[in-house]
């Protein structure tokens, strides 16, 4: 079983970048995938997820600095889930973790809910 997280950088206030997670050793049409981040001296804190049946829950946001500029979205086929971030911020500077629920419930925030994760990617945003 794999969870791996790539896509992250530098980039600049106002720019954008595709995180990408890349599933293996599970049936990911099963799972919830959620998107995790822990900033310079902070908790790691819930940013948004998508259930197993997005086509019913659509995306939930938890970090309420996100809404708007954020989205996900996943492709069961490729087995890989995508965080898309738009007009980044400093302050989203963080380390990114991508997690698999097992679960065909609406998607939650809880950390504790998570079956697998990834090791992370860093994002920094910087001028």
Same mark, same amino acid.
């Given at each position: 079983?794999?969870?791996?997280?790539?896509?992250?950088?530098?980039?600049?206030?106002? /720019?954008? @970048?595709?995180? $990408?997670?890349?599933?293996?050793?599970?049936?990911?049409?099963? %799972? *919830?995938?959620?998107?995790?981040? #822990?900033?310079?001296?902070?908790?790691?804190? /819930?940013? @948004?997820?998508? $259930?197993?049946?997005?086509?019913?829950?659509?995306?939930?946001? %938890? *970090?309420?600095?996100?809404?708007? #500029?954020?989205?996900?979205?996943?492709?069961?086929?490729?087995?890989?889930?995508?965080?898309?971030?738009?007009?980044?911020?400093?302050?989203?500077? *963080?380390?990114?973790?991508?997690?698999?629920?097992?679960?065909?419930?609406?998607?939650?925030?809880?950390?504790?809910?998570?079956?697998?994760?990834?090791?992370?990617?860093?994002?920094?945003?910087?001028?």
């Amino acid at each position: 079983v794999q969870v791996v997280e790539s896509g992250g950088g530098l980039v600049q206030p106002g /720019g954008s @970048l595709t995180l $990408s997670c890349a599933a293996s050793g599970f049936r990911v049409e099963h %799972y *919830a995938m959620g998107w995790f981040r #822990r900033g310079p001296g902070k908790e790691r804190a /819930g940013v @948004l997820c998508i $259930s197993a049946r997005d086509d019913r829950d659509g995306n939930r946001y %938890y *970090a309420e600095s996100v809404k708007g #500029r954020f989205t996900v979205s996943r492709d069961n086929v490729k087995k890989t889930a995508y965080l898309q971030m738009n007009s980044l911020k400093p302050e989203d500077t *963080a380390v990114y973790y991508c997690a698999a629920e097992f679960s065909l419930r609406p998607c939650t925030n809880d950390s504790e809910a998570y079956d697998y994760w990834g090791q992370g990617t860093q994002v920094t945003v910087s001028s």
